[in-house]
């Protein structure tokens, strides 16, 4: 079984500052982990994934993740937010192999303040 | 473009009334899935499928039926008997690999009349 959890269901922060997101995932197996981003009245779309390598992996608007295995969490982060970054954003994992079942967090709505 | 078209936006359904919540896709996937979402929630699994007349039961499936007639669509029903339907509805598909990740649709919000 595995779960995650999403530490903060809404995230203030002013234009141009920096923020993070936290996540932290339980799994007694090894994992992949991923960030999705919804906007309002959409779908959500993947914002970045961890699958093996490097533990840092970035997306190409300026966010990025690290994968800590000994703390079992994947932050987001992003140094200087931008007032089109308001969304809500969801950590997800899912086992390795075959078909593995993907668990989602609750969600963090990141609202950036002009 | 590739992609997953669901329809309608928006729905209603009336007391005792069973609803059909339509999911296409285009990008050659395997597997297909069917998440609920309510404020506060996050996303929970109603059904999903790997492959074509196959499916299987997802964490919330009592009150839904599916179908996968075909590769491309794989149609969701409201039934009568789901006593608390009001939601965002989403569907996704994969290719069904372990790391793949899953393309989302833009969803339909089913309401009760």
């Known amino acids: 079984a595995q779960s995650v959890t999403q530490l903060d269901s809404q995230v203030p922060v002013f234009e141009e500052a920096p923020v993070e997101l936290r996540c932290n995932y339980s799994?007694?197996?090894?994992?992949?982990l991923f960030w999705y981003v919804q906007y309002p009245n959409q779908g959500l779309q993947l914002l970045l994934k961890?699958?093996?390598?490097?533990?840092l992996v970035e997306s190409i608007n300026g966010f990025e993740a690290e994968f800590n295995k000994s703390q079992t969490s994947f932050h987001l982060r992003k140094p200087s937010v931008h007032i089109s970054d308001t969304a809500e954003y969801f950590c997800?994992?899912?086992?390795?192999?075959?078909?593995?079942?993907?668990?989602f967090g609750i969600g963090t709505k990141l609202q950036v303040i002009p | 473009d590739g992609g997953i078209t669901q329809s309608p936006k928006y729905l209603f359904r009336k007391e005792g009334q069973n609803v059909t919540l339509s999911c296409e896709q285009n990008?050659?996937?395997?597997?297909m899935y069917w998440y609920r979402q309510d404020p506060g929630q996050g996303l929970r699994l109603i059904y999903y499928?790997?492959?074509?007349?196959?499916?299987q039961k997802g964490d919330i499936a009592e009150g839904y039926s599916v179908s996968r007639e075909k590769k491309e669509s794989f149609p969701l029903t409201v039934t009568s008997a789901q006593k608390n339907p009001t939601a965002f509805y989403l569907c996704?598909?994969?290719?069904?690999?372990?790391?793949?990740?899953?393309?989302f649709g833009d969803g339909t919000r089913l309401s009760i009349l």
């Open positions: 996704a598909s994969s290719t069904g690999t372990a790391g793949g990740p899953q393309h």
């Open positions: 799994s007694s197996v090894s994992v992949y």
């Open positions: 961890y699958l093996s390598g490097s533990t």
């Open positions: 997800a994992v899912s086992g390795l192999g075959g078909y593995q079942k993907v668990t």
């Open positions: 990008l050659n996937h395997d597997a």
């Open positions: 499928s790997q492959i074509v007349n196959d499916f």
